[in-house]
């Protein structure tokens, strides 16, 4: 009896999360679904057309390239900021800590329209440029690429600064302290010993950047030029400009194919228990 009321008090607790998992994202995740084969055309017209068209394949590569390239750089940027906060004082770090985390109490929305005043042909970025003499003319930093990936490096940094610092600060600096001291250079410790004990933290760091960056929406689309397009830009115009919900359904189920591909290659490498450890 003890066992049985035991029983009926976990399913009592993990019913409301169960039953808001269901309707909240099983029950439209199935509409979405079979709204993607509802075209009048026939069920498999929607993607025949996405996976068919040169535009759209375009569209998916350039969605990639940009979570590859932002996801490369922002672990570059974020490695040696993890690695400084681990050996900075008790005050620094808090500052630091602040500086990184401050970016996640202000929209992105904010952020995005920050970016278009920095980078606006009379923003102070060109005008720094132009009074250095760097060029002799404003350049075209706005609504192009290069604008796309610097906002949401910017955007998603925090994402990769934190998963490494957790690994990182793991690491016993023994450990450091050994490889130097038998006569290992930097490059040689970080080599052998510091970074293949803080992979996970980066392969964690890496997994969340991508996907992150892999539905990003307001920043390629208010940063981003007709060359910028993503697959959300694309899904957003599906329903607004041509209404044709089957379409954008079937782009929708595509990316979430895409981002499931992702997590199903990352968890051969990072296991769900260690990214739990990592952000716990």
């Excluded at 039953?19 to 079979?34: E, Q, S």
């Excluded at 992979?199 to 964690?204: E, P, Q, R």
């Excluded at 919900?245 to 929708?252: E, I, N, Q, V, Y």
């Excluded at 194919?257 to 051969?268: C, Y």
Aim: net charge positive.
């Amino acid at each position: 009896m003890n066992a049985m009321t035991q029983r009926l008090g976990a399913i009592a607790l993990l019913a409301p999360a169960v039953l808001i998992a269901l309707f909240a994202f099983l029950v439209p995740l199935a509409r979405l679904v079979g709204l993607s084969f509802s075209a009048k055309a026939g069920p498999f017209v929607a993607y025949a057309q996405l996976l068919g068209d040169d535009v759209y394949a375009r569209v998916f590569a350039n969605t990639f390239v940009i979570a590859v390239v932002v996801t490369v750089v922002a672990l570059l940027i974020a490695f040696p900021i993890a690695f400084a906060l681990t050996r900075l004082s008790r005050a620094s770090r808090r500052i630091v800590f602040a500086c990184v985390l401050l970016p996640l109490w202000i929209s992105v929305l904010v952020r995005t329209f920050s970016w278009m005043l920095l980078l606006e042909r009379n923003g102070p970025i060109n005008r720094f440029i132009v009074a250095t003499g760097l060029s002799d003319q404003p350049l075209s930093i706005l609504f192009n690429q290069a604008a796309v990936l610097i906002g949401m490096v910017h955007v998603l940094l925090p994402y990769a600064v934190l998963p490494i610092y957790a690994a990182i600060v793991r690491i016993e600096p023994a450990l450091l302290r050994a490889s130097e001291g038998l006569g290992a250079s930097p490059a040689t410790t970080f080599r052998r010993v510091l970074f293949p004990l803080s992979l996970t933290g980066v392969a964690t760091a890496a997994t969340f950047t991508f996907l992150l960056a892999l539905g990003f929406f307001v920043t390629p689309a208010l940063l981003g030029g007709a060359r910028s397009i993503t697959l959300s830009m694309l899904i957003d115009g599906f329903v607004t400009d041509r209404l044709d919900w089957p379409l954008a359904a079937a782009a929708s189920v595509l990316l979430l194919v895409a981002a499931l591909g992702v997590v199903a290659v990352a968890s051969r490498f990072v296991p769900v228990g260690a990214i739990a450890r990592v952000h716990r």
